[in-house]
């Protein structure tokens, strides 16, 4: 019954959510690092402010695109040469939702005494947060580029068996 109400890419929606939502945590994140780089070597202290929101709205828009993720993995049927990969992907996706949500808590109290600085170490680890993302982002194209999770082709495949 369930297959009823699935589209062609194993979806009960047009397309996949999970994407979208994710291309915003990534531009936030990447974002919010460059403004407080140029904030940090400029001292223009407006652009912490832009970084601190920029944070704020990934930590929320993170969590929400880790559940459409996991809600679109379990739809997608993957097949045995993507798990390893899905299976990566959805922990470092866990991974990220907690660090990034511990690093804008470490942003905020940051925010709140000295709006006007930030640390070195705090850059550091931005910089962290930064190549997590990348690595995660490698690995998402993995799962659509190489195996196709909910593209046409494989779900047909995968309906008929052939995978």
């Not at 890419?9 to 994407?19: G, M």
């Not at 808590?105 to 000295?114: E, L, N």
């Not at 494989?154 to 052939?162: F, H, Q, S, Y």
Request: hydrophobic share 55%.
């Amino acid at each position: 019954m369930l297959e009823n109400l699935l589209n062609n890419h194993n979806l009960p929606y047009p397309d996949t959510i999970h994407p979208i939502i994710v291309h915003f945590v990534i531009a936030m994140v990447l974002f919010a690092f460059v403004c407080d780089v140029i904030g940090y070597f400029t001292s223009n202290y407006r652009l912490f402010e832009v970084s601190w929101w920029n944070m704020f709205f990934a930590t929320i828009s993170i969590f929400i695109a880790v559940i459409f993720g996991q809600f679109e993995a379990g739809l997608a049927q993957p097949y045995n040469a993507a798990q390893p990969v899905l299976n990566l992907h959805t922990l470092l996706g866990w991974s990220l939702a907690g660090i990034l949500a511990a690093i804008t808590a470490w942003r905020y109290v940051i925010h709140c005494r000295t709006p006007e600085k930030i640390s070195v170490y705090y850059l550091a680890a931005s910089l962290l947060l930064t190549v997590l993302v990348g690595i995660q982002v490698y690995f998402g194209d993995e799962l659509v580029w190489v195996y196709g999770l909910h593209t046409v082709p494989v779900v047909e495949a995968i309906k008929e068996g052939l995978l």
